[in-house]
């Protein structure tokens, strides 16, 4: 694995684990603090689910899946070009996926604090590691569509299968 993507991951990481201990040290269990009015609330609380809290309560089967979708990504990385944009992405995306898995191993639960109010909408709590995941996966659409999702090596052996053999 690429150096940029590892120190992407590893800050990433520090950034979300860092944030929810301060969440958790400075703000009360579903309690909410106004930031901004109808807009921004810090709100501490504990996901047992995935995102709008799908699969609650399952955490042997979330640890499962994202062991499963690390395992996929790390595959999924080698058919990306090498680029600032690419390594990017997958540093924040592995680095989101690690900060939720690791909550799930050692709490049974994701803390989640950035609480927002979008055009009369209770958007769901999340932390950082969603926000890293969200960035990486634009990022990720970004270079599909440039056509940075595929490797040099990957194109050359497209290419060399795809040529028809001359009569």
Known sequence: MNKRIIIITIISLII??????LASLLLTLNDQTQIIKNFFYLTLCHNTGMAWSILDNKRFLIII??????????????TFKNNLRNNIAFGLLLGGLFGNLIDRLFFGYVTDFLDFYLFGYDYPIFNMADIFIVVSIILLIISILKGDDESESNSTKRRKTRQVPSE
Not at 16 to 21: C, E, P
Not at 65 to 78: G, N, P, Q, T, V
């Open 16 to 21: 979300d684990q860092s944030t929810k201990i």
């Open 65 to 78: 899946f994202s062991i499963i979708a690390l395992i996929f990504i790390y595959r999924f990385m080698k």
